[in-house]
């Protein structure tokens, strides 16, 4: 039988453990943080009851620490353990040592983890539910033959997916018998682990990512709290989320609700989880996956539904019956508020949060991990906080969202607010003036990131290539509000005039020094400014991440844009691609390599350039 929570261990950072806290506090529930030395002064840790240091500087030696955290769980009294998302909350393994350190896990118990965790698994379960998964392949792929019959059976492109994947890690896209050949001859090459290890599914173009939040409680409770959208994603991860997912058709909804059902009850499912689908243009619904936990997207869900889905996970943990009735109101939207820079295709970024001015009024909620003079570190997750706004209806809160931002002052380090703004007025998007919605999973990246470059690998999908999208103007400004003749007005200057404004004679006069590839895993140039293409350079890791595809070979051509090196941190992938054309000199890294920001990946020679590497912080 369930026990009742006294003291919550919350095995997690940043804005959610501080989101996990706030409804423990209120609920009576004494809490205990974990914090890496990085967030030693972060909000969530002065908040708790109880605190106790993750000594380390990496995500193994601090949140991803098992026995780390079951020793603070003991030590701390702790009776319970709230993963919150990420790290450690899909991990079967650490919920059954919570559970045999005789305390409460608050989440579905491992065997559904298991269930759920592994994505053939995951599809075997969905079809054994009624619930028709992605046309695919629902176990490992290693015959060429099979994997051709399904290609021309079903079509491509296709979609190689690792089993152990989510959140858009472990992708590759293929589009004919050639890039299908080469993914398989190359694989332990360039893509590194195992062919077992990848399953295919048919790849959905113009599909809309839709999910329902999901509770089912001990007594066999079962509700949807809410749908949401999702499908404003770069690199298959989301940026923009709302509820209820708008323009479905009612019996979308109605089998949406019954496919969670199914899929719950399958594995005796305890708890909160949402359960993923990819709705098609013509209203068919496929299963895609469950995330058995609390998403970063509940937000939404919590204001057009009014509950507190934390408390909701508690009271099941505590053997309470879940809220069932919790009729839909109003419209709400989720902005994710990372460190990342929308000029260079949304790479994570860091540094110190000079100024920061959250918008208020109604309908506005920030949830949030971060105070004006922290500073956002490379090693971690990127994002600060989200933004939520709600209102009557989709049109208000679409407007709401564009006054929310107009408000909102971020300075110190880069973040999508400018892209949001032109999201929330783009009418493809919002459905005004007589546009219809027309929104899908690479929506954004077709229109606003990248577009295929002609000089891309076979194989990779339009949102890995390097060439910036003709809609945007890459040269960077500031704005400044001066007075004329006691008028307020703003004045927009490119940034190489103000520099030039403001440097010396000799600056004025002479082009800006580009900084080479050393240190940038990405890198671009102003507008009108061409790359140094005379020099040699290192390519390196623009973050603390894991190493998942070595997409190039010593020795081998590229061209700018080419795909060079993916990275995993935080459970999205990043991608570094060749910012000049050149020859791959050496490769220092390989796949399931941890590496650290600014540590090199590989040395390109360009233009014939010799260049002798000198490893990890080498200098040119």
């Known amino acids: 039988m369930p026990k009742n929570v006294n003291t919550l261990l919350v095995a997690n950072r940043g804005e959610i453990a501080l989101r996990v806290v706030r409804t423990a506090r209120e609920m009576g529930i004494s809490t205990v943080a974990v914090y890496a030395e990085q967030d030693r002064h972060a909000q969530y840790v002065r908040m708790a009851d109880d605190a106790y240091l993750l000594s380390g500087d990496t995500y193994k030696d601090t949140y991803l620490n098992e026995d780390l955290l079951i020793d603070i ?58 619930v028709p998964p992605v046309p695919g392949i629902s176990q490992s792929i290693s015959d060429m033959r099979l994997l051709l019959d399904f290609a021309h059976t079903h079509g491509y492109p296709l979609m190689l997916k690792r089993t152990d994947g989510g959140g858009g890690r472990g992708i590759t896209l293929v589009r004919n018998d050639d890039e299908l050949r080469g993914f ?62 708008p323009f479905l058709p009612d019996y979308v909804t109605e089998q949406l609700a019954r496919y969670s059902r199914n899929l719950f009850e399958a594995v005796d499912y305890v708890g909160l989880g949402t359960c993923e689908f990819m709705v098609t243009e013509q209203g068919k619904v496929y299963f895609l996956e469950v995330n058995p936990r609390l998403q970063v997207e509940h937000t939404v869900s919590e204001e057009v539904c009014g509950l507190d889905l934390v408390r909701e996970q508690l009271t099941i943990a505590n053997g309470g019956e879940l809220t069932t009735e919790h009729p839909i109101r109003g419209h709400s939207f989720e902005l994710r508020l990372t460190c990342e820079d929308p000029a260079k295709n949304l790479t994570p970024s860091s540094g ?28 971690f997750d990127s ?45 493809e998007f919002t459905a005004e003036h007589g546009v219809e919605y027309d929104v899908s999973t690479k929506w954004l990246e077709r229109k606003y990131l990248n577009k295929e470059a002609a000089s891309s690998h076979g194989g990779q999908p339009a949102s890995l290539s390097g060439a910036a999208d003709e809609g945007r103007n890459p040269e960077s400004s500031e704005t400044f509000v001066i007075e004329v003749n006691n008028h307020r007005v703003s004045l927009t200057v490119p940034t190489d005039i103000v520099a030039n404004l403001t440097g010396s004679a000799k600056a004025r006069d002479a082009k800006r020094a580009i900084q080479p590839l050393r240190g940038q895993g990405l890198h671009h140039t102003r507008q009108g400014q061409p790359a140094n293409e005379g020099q040699s350079g290192i390519i390196a890791s623009p973050m603390q991440a894991v190493v998942t595809r070595i997409n190039v070979a010593e020795g081998q051509e590229v061209a700018k844009g080419d795909l060079l090196v993916v990275l995993e941190s935080m459970k999205m992938e990043n991608y570094v691609y060749a910012p000049v054309k050149g020859t791959v000199a050496k490769i220092f890294v390989g796949p399931a390599n941890g590496v650290e920001a600014g540590e090199t990946l590989l040395t390109i020679n360009v233009a014939g350039a010799a ?7 080498a200098e040119q």
């Open 383 to 427: 994002m600060m906080g989200k933004l939520v706004v709600t209102a009557s209806d989709r049109a208000n809160a679409v407007a709401r969202v564009r006054r929310a931002l107009e408000e909102l002052r971020i300075e110190g380090v880069p973040t999508p607010v400018s892209l949001f703004e032109r999201i929330f007025n783009d009418d």
């Open 611 to 617: 260049f002798e590497s000198k490893g990890e912080g």
């Open 352 to 379: 110190t949060l000079t100024a920061l001015r959250w918008p208020s009024g109604p309908g506005i909620r920030v949830d949030s991990g971060v105070l004006e003079g922290d500073t956002i570190s490379p090693k």
């Open 73 to 130: 769980l003991r030590r701390s009294g702790a009776d319970a353990v709230h993963p919150g998302y990420g790290f450690l909350s899909e991990v079967a393994g650490f919920a059954q040592k919570v559970i045999d350190a005789g305390a409460t896990w608050i989440g579905p118990n491992p065997k559904a983890l298991v269930d759920l965790g592994d994505k053939i698994t995951a599809r075997r379960v969905a079809t054994f539910a009624k």
């Open 184 to 245: 398989y001859m190359n694989h332990d090459a360039l893509q590194g682990g195992d062919l077992n290890e990848y399953f295919v599914e048919r790849f959905i173009d113009k599909g809309r990512h839709v999910e329902t939040q999901c509770g089912r409680d001990t007594h066999g409770n079962f509700t949807v709290y809410s749908t949401r959208d999702c499908s404003v994603q770069r690199r298959n991860q989301k940026l923009v989320e709302e509820a209820p997912a």
